[in-house]
Structures are given as C-alpha cells and as structure tokens.
C-alpha cells in the first residue's frame, strides 16, 4: 500500500518560515491535501489540491507538490500555528485514502 | 453555515457494536459524500469509508472490512458509522467529514466521538 512519510517534529520561531514535508513515492502525480488539528479538535482544511487554499485560510499557508515530496509552506508563523499537520492523498491502486503520520509544528 | 454534529461519547465492552451518528446542517446533504476517519490516542489519522449520500453506496478500507456498516437517513440529513466486534484497540476518537466527491478532499468536520473500549 501507498505510505506517506512526515517528519515528526518541525521547530520554527515566530515571524520565521516553516516548511513540513510529505514524502511519498512518486507523490508528484497525486493530489495532495493538507490538514491542520489543534490538540482536542477535529482536522481542519488548511491546502487541497497541492496548493488551494480553503476561504478564511490566510494566504501565509502554501504548498507545492512535485517528484516525491509534497511541501506545506507556512510563512510568518504565529503562535497559533501551533498544531500537528497530516498530508493526504487518494491511493488510486488500493482506492483508499492515505494519511501521512502527522508533523507536530512547535513554535519556538 | 455547514456543520456536522456528531453523537456524544460512548463506552462499550469488548465483541459489542457501537454507532456513531454524523447530522448534517446548512446545505443540501446528497450532494455530499459523508467520509469516517478514526484517530487512535497518538495515532495517525486513518481513513475507514465512505458513503454516497444520494444513492447509499458504500466503499471501505480493507482494515475495517467485515466490521463496519455505513448508512445514512436523507429525512434526517444523518450519516451513521456502525463497528462490530469491538476491541480494546478500536478506543479512538471517531470524525465524520464532508467531502464533494468521494476522491476529494474533506472539507468539513464533525467534531468527533471518542470511544472506549473497555471492560
């Protein structure tokens, strides 16, 4: 079955750029979607489609998609940003959704 | 506005059922696709299945396969996610999620459903 990898842990200070990654075999070909979720809450929609945003999504979340890493970009982070951060992707040869294992963004 | 509002919280022994319901509110609920993900403690989120509101076609992941039944009430603009033979390890926090096409992205939650499974 397909699998997403995410680093566990990114640390950024606030103000500075954070880069979470999504590495998947191929994953340049798929559609990838990105969630956020705050301890307690449920996911929320924060990039679809590689690089969509939702609307109320501030235009400081971004990504890009190619080769075999999907990359979710946040510029100026805030202390709100504080969160873990799940890729998907719709595995086509399973039909099943997949799940990357979540990155726990810390600001510094 | 759309929401998704979800059953509260339950605790069921080991080999019993549990349903969780999912209503939807604030738009026309067959044009959606209900999708249900779980979320063990310190797990990743992982996919279970979906349903076709309009015609109550069903899809699900082979790790749920014989256990889960997913339905939906259009009256009452109400998916429900049904697990049998429940283990320990099946204690996890429970989402439904509203997609436009079952192959698309989630763009609503509920506000999940912790089950327990305990004896």
């Known amino acids: 079955s397909y699998v997403l990898t995410q680093p566990p842990s990114v640390s950024v200070a606030p103000g500075k750029t954070a880069r979470i990654t999504c590495g998947g075999n191929n994953i340049g070909i798929k559609s990838v979607h990105w969630y956020q979720q705050r301890p307690g809450q449920a996911p929320v929609l924060v990039v679809y489609?590689?690089?969509d945003r939702p609307s109320g999504i501030p235009e400081r979340f971004s990504g890009s998609n190619s080769e075999n890493t999907a990359t979710l970009t946040i510029s100026r982070v805030e202390a709100g940003d504080e969160a873990d951060y799940y890729c998907?992707?719709?595995?086509?040869?399973?039909?099943?959704?997949?799940f990357g294992g979540g990155t726990k963004l810390t600001v510094l | 506005q759309v929401h998704l509002v979800q059953s509260g919280a339950d605790v069921k022994k080991p080999g019993a059922s549990v349903r969780v319901s999912c209503k939807a509110s604030?738009?026309?609920?067959?044009?959606?696709?209900i999708q249900w993900v779980r979320q063990a403690p310190g797990q990743r989120l992982a996919w279970m299945g979906w349903i076709n509101t309009d015609t109550g076609g069903t899809r699900f992941s082979q790790s749920f396969q014989g256990r889960i039944t997913i339905t939906r009430d259009t009256s009452a603009s109400t998916a429900y996610m049904e697990l049998s033979s429940l283990r320990s390890e099946d204690t996890a926090v429970y989402f439904c999620?509203?997609?436009?096409?079952?192959?698309?992205?989630?763009?609503?939650w509920g506000q999940g459903t912790l089950v327990t499974v305990s004896s």
């Open positions: 604030g738009y026309s609920f067959t044009n959606y696709v």
């Open positions: 998907q992707v719709w595995d086509s040869s399973s039909d099943h959704w997949v």
């Open positions: 999620a509203r997609a436009e096409v079952a192959t698309g992205h989630f763009d609503y």
């Open positions: 489609y590689d690089y």
